[in-house]
């Protein structure tokens, strides 16, 4: 598995090792910035033409499909469940973190195929939740030893993109103190309530995603397309940063010109270059695209 390691995790290792003994501080500053060039977050795009039925509505027995074959992928292993092992431990309590937008929602099917696997796993099911606005005060968040993060793309009125990375906004006692300047530090959240090492598994539900919006609370139809996919990887930032590429091409492709999002989703980039939570340039990503193709856009 490629775990998300960020130079913050790299300069704690390297900071505790019999190494630094050996090598002077020049040398490594070095090998540091070596390894962090080298690093590529590993991250899965798979779509399937038939996740979703004629109304729009997901098709569970493909949508359980396609989180099988992405995260058995992810983490190279044979079978689904060989991968989740990797994941998850039979004594974990796990949060399954969803978002419950009423537009497009990340819908019951993807909740119950990670569900599926949790329990497979051998977590009872008293130790597993599955919540949104109510993570606070959900007594299996509040013990919570592992999370995974599920949530679908959508433009977004004051961070440009609803992502991973800001769907941990409602373990923030005040969401909207981190709405100012776009909310350009939302990777915060991640360090200050202890959920980026809790955090096994990243998932931007793309079945229907929604490229522009007006207003907040915006949705219409018309901005939204079958796009039929799932991204999925252990660093939220290369997840959200090859979601924004998609729904980027999209805006392109349907207006017809550049047409940026109204605010632009820095957050994306700054969890990067600010916050050092994961990896938004594409250049450090290897993306893994499996399934149908027509459409992709990446």
Same mark, same amino acid.
């Given at each position: 598995?490629?775990?998300?390691?960020?130079?913050?995790?790299?300069?704690? $290792?390297?900071?505790?090792?019999?190494?630094?003994?050996?090598?002077? #501080?020049?040398?490594?500053?070095?090998?540091? @910035?070596?390894?962090?060039?080298?690093?590529?977050? !590993?991250?899965?795009? +798979? !779509?399937?033409? /038939? #996740?979703?039925?004629? /109304?729009?509505?997901?098709?569970?027995?493909?949508?359980?499909?396609?989180?099988?074959?992405?995260?058995?992928?992810?983490?190279?292993?044979?079978?689904?469940?060989?991968?989740? *092992?990797?994941? +998850?431990?039979?004594?974990?309590?796990?949060?399954?973190?969803?978002?419950?937008?009423?537009?497009?929602?990340?819908?019951?099917?993807?909740?119950?195929?990670?569900?599926?696997?949790? !329990?497979?796993? %051998?977590?009872?099911? &008293?130790?597993?939740? $599955?919540? @949104?606005?109510?993570?606070?005060?959900?007594?299996?968040?509040?013990?919570?030893?592992?999370? +995974?993060?599920?949530?679908?793309?959508?433009?977004?009125?004051?961070?440009?993109?609803?992502?991973?990375?800001?769907?941990? +906004?409602?373990?923030?006692?005040?969401?909207?103190?981190?709405?100012?300047?776009?909310? #350009? @530090?939302?990777?915060? $959240?991640?360090?200050?309530? %202890?959920?980026?090492?809790?955090? !096994?598994?990243?998932?931007?539900?793309?079945?229907?995603?929604?490229?522009?919006?007006?207003?907040?609370?915006?949705?219409?139809?018309?901005?939204?397309?079958?796009?039929?996919?799932?991204?999925?990887? $252990?660093?939220?930032? #290369?997840?959200?940063?090859?979601?924004?590429?998609?729904?980027?091409? &999209?805006?392109?492709?349907?207006?017809? =010109?550049?047409?940026?999002? *109204?605010?632009?989703? &820095?957050?994306?980039?700054?969890?990067?270059? =600010?916050?050092?939570?994961?990896?938004?340039?594409?250049? &450090?990503?290897?993306?893994?695209?499996?399934?149908?193709?027509?459409? =992709?856009?990446?």
């Amino acid at each position: 598995m490629k775990k998300s390691l960020t130079r913050r995790d790299f300069l704690k $290792i390297t900071a505790s090792a019999p190494l630094v003994g050996f090598f002077s #501080a020049q040398q490594l500053k070095q090998s540091v @910035d070596q390894a962090m060039t080298s690093y590529k977050a !590993r991250v899965v795009l +798979i !779509r399937d033409a /038939q #996740a979703l039925d004629n /109304q729009r509505k997901p098709r569970a027995e493909v949508i359980q499909r396609m989180m099988d074959e992405a995260v058995r992928t992810l983490l190279e292993e044979e079978e689904p469940l060989a991968a989740w *092992k990797k994941l +998850i431990k039979p004594n974990d309590i796990v949060g399954i973190k969803s978002n419950v937008w009423r537009y497009i929602p990340t819908t019951t099917e993807v909740e119950q195929a990670i569900w599926r696997r949790v !329990r497979e796993v %051998g977590v009872p099911a &008293k130790n597993i939740a $599955i919540d @949104d606005r109510g993570v606070r005060r959900n007594p299996v968040f509040q013990k919570a030893t592992a999370l +995974i993060n599920a949530r679908p793309a959508r433009t977004h009125h004051w961070s440009g993109l609803g992502t991973c990375i800001k769907n941990y +906004i409602m373990f923030v006692p005040r969401p909207s103190a981190y709405h100012g300047d776009a909310c #350009a @530090d939302l990777a915060k $959240i991640w360090f200050e309530y %202890g959920l980026k090492d809790k955090t !096994r598994l990243n998932i931007l539900v793309m079945l229907t995603p929604l490229f522009h919006g007006i207003g907040p609370h915006h949705y219409s139809e018309r901005y939204t397309w079958p796009y039929c996919g799932l991204i999925v990887g $252990i660093d939220p930032v #290369a997840v959200d940063a090859t979601g924004l590429r998609i729904i980027e091409a &999209k805006r392109r492709e349907y207006f017809g =010109r550049e047409r940026p999002l *109204k605010p632009p989703a &820095k957050h994306i980039f700054l969890a990067e270059t =600010r916050h050092h939570l994961g990896v938004a340039d594409p250049a &450090k990503i290897e993306l893994i695209t499996l399934g149908w193709a027509e459409g =992709r856009l990446i």
